[in-house]
Nanobody
Framework: QVQLVESGGGLVQPGGSLRLSCAWSRSIVRGWGMGWYRQAPGKQRELVASTTSGGTTNYADSVKGRFTISRDNAKNVMYLQMNSLKPEDTAVYYC??????????WGQGTQVTVSS
């Protein structure tokens, strides 16, 4: 198992920005596709952004054009830059493998709250 640690969440006003970070404990993850997931209260966890090991990215329609996923394999970290945040982006954000067959134990996540 790989340990995943998310950070960077907080309270932000609508239209604001946040950058989330995800650190992993084993360099084997450098060869994995990775993703950012979120879970809002009363809703299922959903994949919002993913990146292959080579940096090809994909986004859910709800965040396309506002969120940017990136990774720095040399540092064993991944980021999610979130701009133009909306109240509906409020959720706990998690990182994990983008492949369901390779999902690791979920970390504690980081809370993002978008509210005025």
């Amino acid at each position: 198992q790989v340990q995943l640690v998310e950070s960077g969440g907080g309270l932000v006003q609508p239209g604001g920005s946040l950058r989330l970070s995800c650190a992993w404990s084993r360099s084997i993850v450098r060869g994995w596709g990775m993703g950012w997931y979120r879970q809002a209260p009363g809703k299922q966890r959903e994949l919002v952004a993913s990146t292959t090991s080579g940096g090809t990215t994909n986004y859910a329609d709800s965040v396309k054009g506002r969120f940017t996923i990136s990774r720095d394999n040399a540092k064993n970290v991944m980021y999610l830059q979130m701009n133009s945040l909306k109240p509906e982006d409020t959720a706990v954000y998690y990182c994990n493998s983008a492949a369901t067959s390779r999902l690791q134990n979920w970390g504690q996540g980081t809370q993002v709250t978008v509210s005025s």
